[in-house]
C-alpha cells in the first residue's frame, strides 16, 4: 500500500495542465448551458437577469449561460384542468387538486332557497397569454381556483336545490363558464375557460335517502306519463282513422243514392215524354217489361180465361202444395 501511494505520489501535474483542465470544465459548462430546447406544446419565456426578455417558439435556442437568462415553458398548447371534490390520476398541472381533507368543504354550497348541495365539477382552460400568465399574477393556478370556487356559489346561490340537482346542470356550466372568464380577463391572468363541467350533485348524506326516493317516484311518474302518452298516441290515430274511413263511406254511400235518384229521376222523365207521345203503346211495354221481371220468379203459375168462372176443378192442390215443398 505504502509503494502504491508513492508512485502516485510521483506523478507530475504541472500549473498549466491544472489551468487546461480548468478552461476544459469551463468551455464544456458554457456549452452545456447555452442551449436549451422548447416542447412543441409550450413556448418559452426568456428572463435575462431577472427581468422579462422575449418569449420564444418551440425548438432549439441559445441563450446567455452562468444564470443570465433563465427559461420557464409554458403550455400553451395542452389543456389544462383543475378539479373541485375529487381528484383523478395523473395531474399534468399543479394545481389541478387540492388536499383530499380540503374536499368536503370546498363542494358543500348553500343553494338560493337555504339548502346545501354537494357539488363536484371540473374547469377546463388553455394559457394563451404566456407573459399576462406568469407577471400579472403571483400564483395564477391557486387564483383561478379561488375565482372558480367563488363563481360557483354565486351561481348556485342564485337557484333552488331542485335545480341544481336535476334541471339546472347546463345553465349553471353555461354561467360559471361566463363568469369565471370574465373575472380571468379584468386580472389579465392570459387565460381561456374552455369549459366548466359539473361531476357529481347530490343533496347532503343525512337526507341522501329520502332525495333517492323522490328521484324514484318522479322516473315512475314521468314513466308512466310517458306509457300514457304513448297510448293515446297509438289510439287516436286509430280512431281518426276509423272516423274518417266511416265518413268517407257514407260521402260516397250519399253520392251513390242521390246519383242513382237523378237516374230513377231521368229514367221516369224519359218514360213520361214517350208515354205522353203514345199512352197505350209505352203501357203495353210497360207491363211487358213488368211481367218479364215478375213471371221468372213465380214457380207455380196457372193461366185462366177472362171468361173463366171457376177454377178449382182445373187445379190440383196436392201436386201445387208438393211442388212448393
Request: charged share 25%.
Amino acid at each position: 500500500m505504502d509503494k502504491s501511494k508513492d508512485q502516485l505520489a510521483d506523478i507530475p501535474v504541472s500549473p498549466r495542465q491544472i489551468g487546461f483542465g480548468i478552461v476544459v470544465a469551463l468551455l464544456g459548462y458554457i456549452a452545456y448551458s447555452s442551449y436549451y430546447t422548447v416542447s412543441a406544446e409550450s413556448v418559452g419565456v426568456v428572463q435575462r437577469i431577472g427581468h422579462y426578455h422575449e418569449v420564444v417558439e418551440p425548438g432549439l435556442h441559445f441563450k446567455i449561460p452562468f444564470g443570465i437568462d433563465t427559461v420557464v415553458q409554458v403550455p400553451v398548447k395542452r389543456q389544462l384542468k383543475e378539479e373541485f371534490g375529487f381528484g383523478t390520476p395523473g395531474a399534468t398541472f399543479n394545481r389541478q387538486i387540492t388536499n383530499p381533507q380540503e374536499w368536503e368543504l370546498e363542494t358543500t354550497i348553500v343553494t338560493g332557497d337555504l339548502n346545501t348541495a354537494l357539488v363536484e365539477w371540473v374547469i377546463q382552460f388553455r394559457i394563451e397569454n404566456a407573459f399576462d400568465f406568469l407577471f400579472k399574477v403571483r400564483d395564477p393556478g391557486a387564483a383561478l381556483r379561488d375565482i372558480s370556487e367563488s363563481v360557483m356559489r354565486e351561481v348556485i346561490g342564485d337557484r333552488t336545490v331542485d335545480e341544481v340537482l336535476t334541471i339546472g346542470r347546463q345553465d349553471i356550466e353555461a354561467s360559471a363558464q361566463t363568469k369565471m372568464q370574465e373575472v380571468t380577463n379584468l386580472y389579465e391572468m392570459g387565460l381561456r375557460i374552455d369549459q366548466v363541467q359539473l361531476k357529481n350533485v347530490n343533496p347532503p348524506k343525512p337526507v341522501q335517502a329520502s332525495f333517492d326516493e323522490v328521484n324514484e317516484a318522479q322516473q315512475e311518474r314521468e314513466r308512466m306519463i310517458n306509457v300514457a302518452r304513448g297510448e293515446f298516441n297509438k289510439t287516436v290515430p286509430r280512431a281518426k282513422g276509423r272516423a274518417s274511413q266511416t265518413i268517407q263511406s257514407s260521402e260516397g254511400y250519399a253520392i251513390q243514392r242521390v246519383n242513382q235518384a237523378e237516374g230513377d229521376f231521368s229514367k221516369f222523365n224519359a218514360l213520361l215524354t214517350e208515354y205522353v207521345k203514345a199512352p197505350a203503346v209505352t203501357k203495353r211495354r210497360l207491363y211487358l217489361e213488368t211481367m218479364a221481371e215478375v213471371l221468372p220468379r213465380v214457380k207455380n203459375k196457372v193461366i185462366l180465361d177472362d171468361k173463366a168462372t171457376s177454377i178449382l176443378p182445373l187445379l190440383q192442390l196436392n201436386s201445387i202444395k208438393g211442388n212448393e215443398k
